[in-house]
T-cell receptor, first 120, second 121 residues
Framework: DQQVKQNSPSLSVQEGRISILNCDYT??????FLWYKKYPAEGPTFLIS?????DKNEDGRFTVFLNKSAKHLSLHIVPSQPGDSAVYFC???????????????????FGGGTRLMVKP | EAGVAQSPRYKIIEKRQSVAFWCNPI?????LYWYQQILGQGPKLLIQ????????DSQLPKDRFSAERLKGVDSTLKIQPAKLEDSAVYLC???????????????????FGAGTRLSVL
């Protein structure tokens, strides 16, 4: 049961153009969403995030949009640069509860990733 | 500030052998996570610690996998005995966020180590 899906395994974009990476989720308990970037032989690094109470968050060239009704989020990179070439993972966070129904932390569920290639 | 440290970087073993991975989180981070990332997939959470207590291990195959964080700082993940399907990158992550109690910080930004690539032959 894939609760977080990135349906495009790869994306190729020309330098200077916009890159749009998409992510869909199914679990209504997710209340925070994150994008991570991963270079080969390195661990994922945090890029940008958004709370479920917002529909947009912007940080420099990176903007994340959230459409709660459609359970869809997207990452826009403008303008795209060759150094942006990497695998991008969408992740969704939800609270987890212990047997006494007390909040016991958060759990991240990752999508399968999209490999972005920005051509010079 | 030093990042999350993991060792070894690579490990090759034969099936039915045992293996252990080590992780040292970012100083002061109370929450530590172990993930398994199979080639072509996203990371999958195996176990999550808050200090030295287990918060969630629902996706840990407990018949062969075990993990501990005895002093609430570094952690080890063990596989005994290994199977071919355990070939993956094992990632450790840590976070500073307060993830439980009335002032829970849901931002939960996790910082990852470079991982250990395990090949089971």
């Amino acid at each position: 049961d894939q609760q977080v899906k990135q349906n495009s395994p790869s994306l190729s974009v020309q330098e200077g153009r916009i890159s749009i990476l998409n992510c869909d989720y199914t679990n209504s308990m997710f209340d925070y969403f994150l994008w991570y970037k991963k270079y080969p032989a390195e661990g994922p690094t945090f890029l940008i995030s958004i709370s479920s109470i917002k529909d947009k968050n912007e940080d420099g060239r990176f903007t994340v949009f959230l459409n709660k009704s459609a359970k869809h989020l997207s990452l826009h990179i403008v303008p795209s640069q060759p150094g942006d070439s990497a695998v991008y993972f969408c992740a969704a966070s939800r609270p987890i509860f212990n047997s006494m129904n007390n909040n016991a932390g958060n759990m991240l569920t990752f999508g399968g990733g999209t490999r972005l290639m920005v051509k010079p | 500030e030093a990042g999350v440290a993991q060792s070894p970087r690579y490990k090759i073993i034969e099936k039915r052998q045992s293996v252990a991975f080590w992780c040292n989180p970012i100083s002061g981070h109370a929450t530590l996570y172990w993930y398994q990332q199979i080639l072509g997939q996203g990371p999958k959470l195996l176990i999550q610690f808050q200090n030295n207590g287990v918060v969630d291990d629902s996706q840990l195959p407990k018949d062969r996998f075990s993990a501990e964080r005895l002093k609430g700082v570094d952690s080890t993940l063990k596989i005994q005995p290994a199977k071919l399907e355990d070939s993956a990158v094992y990632l450790c992550a840590s976070s500073l966020s307060r993830t439980s109690g009335p002032r829970r910080n849901y931002k939960n930004i996790q910082y990852f180590g470079a991982g250990t690539r395990l090949s089971v032959l």
